[in-house]
């Protein structure tokens, strides 16, 4: 495979990626990472391929912390726990 992938295009896709973490919008941050990776396969993977797979999983980790109501809000599940363990 030839390595096609512009800079402007990795800027781009990378610039996608931050635009939702800003917005916190983990889901949006999933899809920009899975359309990143799409983008690798087809034009060849750069040098900070990994930085995209540590963005989703990152967004993963946060999208389980917080809840989305279907009004769309948003609330954070936040569980306590005593000195034993237990869910309190």
Known sequence: M???LTPARLRSL???VTRAQNKKDWRAVIAA???ADQTFREQGYPDCWSDFVRY???AEVQARMV???FNGTISHTVRT???TG???
């Open 2 to 4: 030839e390595y096609t």
């Open 14 to 16: 990378k610039a996608a």
């Open 33 to 35: 990472c899975e359309k």
């Open 56 to 58: 989703r999983e990152d």
């Open 67 to 69: 809840r989305i109501k």
């Open 81 to 83: 726990f005593d000195y």
């Open 86 to 88: 237990k869910e309190v």
